[in-house]
């Protein structure tokens, strides 16, 4: 009976850990980072804004959006014609409030 619960335990724990991976992979470039840092301001850009606030492409901005999105850090909302990004709670509660607000202050 031990084995399972120790088994089960284990899963959960791996569970947790690819998610964790996840999330870090998604924050390990420079370009995401700076998106991130961008919307942790109090603006909820379009695609269009990040690429011209940023000086990325709109096709670049997509794919890291897509990876952000993925591990969860981001979400978008239709604001009428507009489909705006914004950053999900997860953010907040993986990183240490003054990493992310150092992480602003470069984003911005």
Known sequence: ??????SANFAVVEEKIERLAQVFAAL???????????????????????????????????YHL??????????????????CVMLTPKLKELVRPELLHHIKEGGS
């Open 28 to 62: 390990g470039s420079s370009e995401r980072l700076r998106i991130v840092g961008y919307l942790a301001g109090d603006e909820q850009p379009n695609c269009g804004d990040l690429a011209s606030r940023l000086g990325l492409s709109a096709p670049s901005v997509s």
């Open 1 to 6: 009976m031990q084995y399972a619960v120790r």
């Open 66 to 83: 897509r990876a952000l999105e993925s591990a969860g850090l981001i979400r978008r909302m239709r604001r009428g014609q507009r489909r």
